[in-house]
């Protein structure tokens, strides 16, 4: 099988998910799965949280106010959203934004690392403490975790199971949106990206 044909097994699994908690109130509310979007050869892979309510009605991550700062941030370093991969730890939405689960990010996470293993970037950076708080733990250095204001803009080395790779925590994109005055540093850190490109 090809990787395009990787990803749409994911796909068809995530969609037929009827164990997870939040199958219900994705399928009441006429919601998508959001599986990724992007790259599937892509060297830099960007993994958010959940979906919010417009990407799980477009069922296309990022496709929100946040994914707007994302899209400048990413042409600020020479990037577009063709040549990377963007996806989320946990594939469906939340109720109420709220923050996802223990259970569901045991439950989502399985997915996320099998997508890597099918795309095997260089770099994964990680929006926000939960996805960074699960890969940092599935890449053996659980160790080095800290709180993601200390973490944030940092490289380190890690192992999802095809070699070692770099992970680069940063703030997710919805920083900028509520505290203005972070916006030079999200911009700032973005610029670590280029290194790797």
């Keep these: ?8 097994e994911i796909r068809d699994e995530l969609l037929g998910l009827t164990s997870s908690p939040l199958y219900e109130y994705r399928t009441s509310n006429n919601y998508f799965p959001v599986i990724g979007d992007g790259s599937h050869d892509a060297k830099v ?17 990022f496709s929100g106010r946040s994914g707007k700062l994302l899209d ?16 989320n730890l946990v594939h469906d939405r939340p109720q109420d934004n709220r923050d996802p689960t223990k259970e569901e990010i045991q439950l989502y996470g399985p997915y996320l690392e099998k997508t890597l293993q099918i795309i095997q970037p260089r770099v994964v950076v990680m929006l926000g403490r939960h996805s960074m708080n699960y890969l940092f733990e599935k890449a053996g250095i659980k160790d080095k975790l800290a709180p993601i204001s200390a973490m944030h803009g940092k490289t380190f080395e890690g192992d999802l199971g095809y070699g070692k790779i770099a992970l680069l925590p940063l703030y997710h994109p ?24």
């Design 174 to 197: 919805a920083v900028g949106l509520y505290n203005p005055g972070k916006r030079p540093e999200l911009f700032a850190d973005f610029a670590i990206i280029k290194k790797f490109i």
């Design 72 to 87: 400048e941030m990413l042409t600020h370093i020479g990037l577009s959203r063709d040549s990377i991969y963007i996806t």
């Design 1 to 8: 099988m090809d990787k395009k044909d990787l990803m749409e």
């Design 45 to 61: 892979v960007f993994i958010g949280e959940a979906p919010g309510e417009k990407e799980a009605t477009t069922a296309r991550p």
